[in-house]
C-alpha cells in the first residue's frame, strides 16, 4: 500500500468514527459548558476539528479554496471564513449540528479527492508548519489524523461525563 492510500484509507476512517459519534449527540449536550470548565463545549470542538481540517489543507495547498467558501457553507454555518479557526469564535457559536455534519461530510469528500489525485510533487512539497518545514503529506499525516482522533476522544469524553455512551462501540 503506498503512504497515500494509507493516509486516505485512515482519514476515512476518522471521518467515520467522528460522525459515528457526533450523530446522537443532543443540543443541550453540544452547548454544555460548566463553570470552572477549561474544556470547550463538544459543539465548539466539533466545528472546530472539521474548519481545522479543511483550513490545513486549503492552507498549504496552492490554488484551493476551503469547503467553508464553497455552495454557501459559510452562511449555512454561520461561521466568517476570516475567524473561522478562532477560539473566541467558536466558544460562542451555537451550532446546527446536521448542517456542520454536512459540510463535515464535504470537508472529507474534499480531503479524499485531494490525497486520490495528489501528484508526488504536491505530497512532497515544503510546507511551513509548527514543526518547521518538512514535506505536505508528512504534516498531514501527523497533525491532520492526530488532530481528529484527539479531538474525537475529547468528544466521547465530554459525551460520556454528561451520560451519554461516548463512543459508538
Request: net charge negative.
Given at each position: 500500500m503506498?503512504a497515500?492510500?494509507?493516509?486516505?484509507?485512515?482519514f476515512?476512517?476518522?471521518?467515520?468514527?467522528?460522525?459515528?459519534?457526533i450523530?446522537?449527540?443532543?443540543?443541550e449536550?453540544?452547548?454544555?459548558?460548566?463553570?470552572?470548565?477549561?474544556i470547550?463545549?463538544?459543539?465548539?470542538?466539533?466545528?472546530?476539528?472539521?474548519?481545522?481540517?479543511?483550513?490545513?489543507?486549503s492552507?498549504?495547498?496552492d490554488?484551493r479554496?476551503?469547503?467553508?467558501?464553497?455552495?454557501?457553507w459559510?452562511?449555512?454555518l454561520?461561521?466568517?471564513?476570516?475567524?473561522?479557526r478562532q477560539?473566541?469564535?467558536?466558544?460562542?457559536?451555537?451550532i446546527?449540528?446536521e448542517?456542520?455534519?454536512e459540510?463535515a461530510?464535504?470537508?472529507?469528500a474534499?480531503t479524499d479527492?485531494?490525497?486520490?489525485?495528489?501528484?508526488d510533487?504536491?505530497l512532497?512539497?515544503?510546507?511551513?508548519?509548527?514543526m518547521?518545514k518538512q514535506?505536505f503529506?508528512?504534516?498531514?499525516?501527523?497533525?491532520?489524523?492526530t488532530h481528529?482522533a484527539?479531538?474525537?476522544?475529547?468528544?466521547?469524553a465530554?459525551?460520556?461525563?454528561?451520560?451519554?455512551?461516548g463512543?459508538?462501540?
Open positions: 503506498e497515500k492510500e494509507l493516509l486516505r484509507d485512515q476515512k476512517t476518522m471521518h467515520q468514527f467522528m460522525d459515528m459519534t450523530a446522537d449527540c443532543p443540543p449536550v453540544l452547548e454544555k459548558k460548566e463553570d470552572g470548565w477549561t470547550n463545549k463538544v459543539g465548539s470542538v466539533y466545528a472546530h476539528t472539521v474548519l481545522s481540517e479543511d483550513m490545513m489543507l492552507g498549504m495547498v490554488g479554496e476551503p469547503v467553508l467558501k464553497s455552495d454557501g459559510a452562511e449555512k454561520g461561521v466568517d471564513a476570516a475567524s473561522a477560539d473566541e469564535t467558536l466558544a460562542g457559536l451555537t446546527d449540528l448542517a456542520f455534519r459540510y461530510k464535504a470537508v472529507a474534499a479527492d485531494f490525497l486520490a489525485n495528489a501528484t510533487e504536491e512532497n512539497k515544503e510546507v511551513d508548519s509548527p518547521g514535506p503529506i508528512t504534516f498531514f499525516a501527523n497533525i491532520g489524523i481528529v484527539g479531538h474525537w476522544g475529547e468528544i466521547a465530554l459525551k460520556g461525563v454528561q451520560g451519554l455512551k463512543l459508538p462501540f
